[in-house]
């Protein structure tokens, strides 16, 4: 049995993804790529079959790898019920950059991820541009995500 190292659960050997969460639980390789581009954000809108999402908080070397089944709510909370993954963004100072307990969600519909600010403090931003609360925005692999004042970057992995 290995132990998820985010929210605790006890999976079987050989499972790459957190059966309960769906945090990557051994390290999952990535194509070569760039991670921070600049230009013009012009990436996929349809995430690849295994359903999982890199999320490239600041300038931190290591990313989030996830396995989205449902939604995935981004904040300061850690907790996991109901098929919903709670990321908690603490460890990347979020407390300080303006970060909501519950600022964002991210919706899988099929192949497509949504952005909805969830009514947080200090706002979300897609590609610069502030999301109104409660409003779904389809994102695109390579999107930028601002949380109050918290930059992630949002990649499809392939």
């Known amino acids: 049995m290995q132990l998820c190292p985010h ?13 309960k969460c769906g945090i990557a639980l051994v390290p999952v390789p990535l194509a070569t790529r760039q991670f921070i581009d600049e230009d013009a954000h012009t990436g996929t809108d349809r995430l ?3 359903g999982v999402l890199i999320l490239q908080v600041g300038a931190e ?20 019920d109901g098929g919903i993954t709670y990321i908690n963004l603490t460890a990347y100072g979020a407390a300080d950059r303006g970060v909501s307990r519950r600022h964002a969600r991210l919706l899988r519909d099929g192949s497509a991820i949504y952005l909805m600010d969830l009514n947080s403090t200090n706002g979300t931003h897609l590609n ?12 695109r692999d390579g999107d930028e995500i601002m949380l109050g004042r918290l930059k992630v970057y949002v990649y499809f992995k392939a």
Request: proline share 6%; aromatic share 6%; with cysteine.
């Open 61 to 80: 070397d290591a990313p989030i790898m996830v396995q989205v089944k449902e939604e995935l709510v981004l904040g300061r909370l850690s907790a996991h």
């Open 48 to 50: 690849g079959s295994d």
């Open 7 to 19: 929210c605790g659960y006890d999976n079987y050997e050989g499972v790459v993804f957190c059966e």
């Open 128 to 139: 610069g541009d502030p999301l109104p609360s409660g409003v779904e925005q389809r994102i």
